[in-house]
């Protein structure tokens, strides 16, 4: 019996940001009802769910504020 890899490719937009003079690409995708993203390239930032991908977005912003703060 073959193993076999499977692969989950979502649909999604790229919400692009700057924050303290560095660029953050979040990658968001309709999931039901709800929204849910996360940042390209920083595996510390958690996925956040929201009701609108603007407060994926926002809620995403947050984590990297609180996160190079802390």
């Known amino acids: 019996m073959k ?5 989950v490719q979502r ?3 790229i919400y692009r940001f700057s ?3 560095l660029d953050y ?5 309709q999931l039901g009802v709800r929204f849910r993203g996360r ?3 920083n595996p510390q930032v958690p996925e956040c ?3 609108t991908a603007l407060a994926v977005r926002d809620a995403l912003q947050l984590s990297i504020v609180t ?3 802390a």
Not at 25 to 29: G, L, R, Y
């Open 25 to 29: 690409a979040a990658f968001i995708w």
């Open 3 to 7: 193993n076999q890899r499977s692969r």
């Open 49 to 51: 769910t929201g009701r």
């Open 11 to 13: 649909l999604g937009q």
């Open 19 to 21: 924050i303290n003079g």
């Open 39 to 41: 940042i390209e390239g």
């Open 67 to 69: 996160h190079t703060a």
